[in-house]
């Protein structure tokens, strides 16, 4: 069935470093992809997305790029602030019909004073 | 945050036990969808709605049954809890204004079946 990897699952770096985090996809008809980042406690929230017509999408310090014929897309986060630190998701959809969304299983990152 | 509720936020309840979860919109959203989250699952789709009395099944719908009867409420009903069922729910929504793809989430349910 459809399905999503998310990798690493736990990830650790300095105030200031950089964060890589990495999805791959398997359904090839998936058009539409957000990440969603959650702190401890508290709901989900759409970050950035990016839709399957675009390579990369910019917002601030954080970029989505997406690779299509590899079936993967990845989340950068740049100068990491403490308030960064939290539990980000990945997910996949179709951009028609039901716009189901299949999840990643969740990156911690923890980003260290 | 989108104008979505969930009730209850909490709630302890023994096995066997029939227990409905509501989640509330207040923005005329078409899509609504319940989600139950875990430790190293992420998060897993019970249910859905397209519409008033349109529903299907997510991934992992055994032992869920939903209903959705007018447009801003969405009730999700665990028949006879299991404990199995312990998890945090979440409620989301999407497509006010013609944007389907955002989705856009509730505070979530903490639900401890003992």
């Known amino acids: 069935g459809e399905n999503v990897e998310q990798h690493p699952s736990t990830l650790s770096v300095q105030e200031g470093d950089s964060a890589v985090i990495k999805c791959t996809y398997s359904d090839s008809a998936s058009n539409y992809f957000p990440w969603y980042k959650q702190e401890l406690g508290k709901r989900p929230q759409l970050i950035i997305d990016i839709r399957s017509n675009v390579g990369e999408k910019k917002d601030q310090r954080i970029a989505v790029t997406l690779n299509k014929t590899a079936k993967h897309f990845s989340l950068h986060i740049t100068e990491t602030q403490p308030e960064d630190s939290a539990v980000y998701f990945c997910a996949a959809s179709k951009a028609t019909g039901t716009y189901k969304y299949i999840f990643g299983t969740g990156t911690r990152l923890k980003v260290l004073a | 945050d989108a104008g979505i509720t969930q009730s209850p936020r909490h709630k302890v309840t023994e096995t066997g036990t029939p227990v409905t979860l509501r989640c509330h919109q207040t923005?005329?959203?078409?899509?609504m969808y319940w989600y139950r989250q875990d430790p190293g699952h992420g998060l897993r789709l019970i249910h859905y709605s397209y519409g008033v009395k349109d529903t299907d099944k997510g991934e992992v719908s055994d032992g869920y049954s939903v209903s959705r009867s007018k447009t801003e409420d969405f009730l999700l009903t665990l028949e006879s809890a299991t404990s199995s069922q312990t998890s945090v729910y979440f409620c989301?929504?999407?497509?006010?204004?013609?944007?389907?793809?955002?989705?856009?989430f509730g505070p979530g349910t903490r639900l401890t079946v003992l």
């Open positions: 923005e005329n959203h078409r899509y």
């Open positions: 989301a929504i999407s497509g006010a204004q013609g944007v389907y793809n955002e989705q856009f």
